[in-house]
């Protein structure tokens, strides 16, 4: 019983530094994202006008959007995939069929004890 105790501490443990570590990760990955976000309006707006960096700025975080709208809506679980089987040479399924009739021919012939 300690040992089922222990390891799921250990799982907790690991579940908890791993979400963490997630967490502080999206922290830092969106600071750095909002400093690029500055420094792209800063570049476009010394060069082109505010609508142009605006524009810009814009649709850059849409395409960003949609490609993890699309990544996200992936399946990963192999689970949930129905299992396709390869289809059958029709060769292949006659001589099946004879050997499974010529199997019962036998069994039906045999001798009941």
Not at 50 to 62: D, F, K, S
């Amino acid at each position: 019983m300690n040992g089922i105790v222990s390891h799921l501490r250990r799982r907790a443990r690991n579940a908890a530094r791993a979400a963490a570590f997630t967490v502080a990760g999206v922290v830092f990955g969106l600071t750095g994202l909002g400093f690029l976000t500055v420094a792209l309006w800063v570049v476009v707006a010394t060069y082109e006008s505010a609508l142009v960096a605006h524009t810009v700025v814009g649709a850059l975080y849409l395409v960003l959007g949609f490609c993890f709208l699309a990544l996200g809506g992936q399946s990963t679980d192999t689970d949930t995939a129905p299992e396709k089987t390869p289809p059958k040479d029709p060769l292949l399924q006659v001589v099946e069929a004879f050997a499974t009739g010529l199997q019962a021919g036998r069994a039906a012939r045999a001798p009941r004890s």
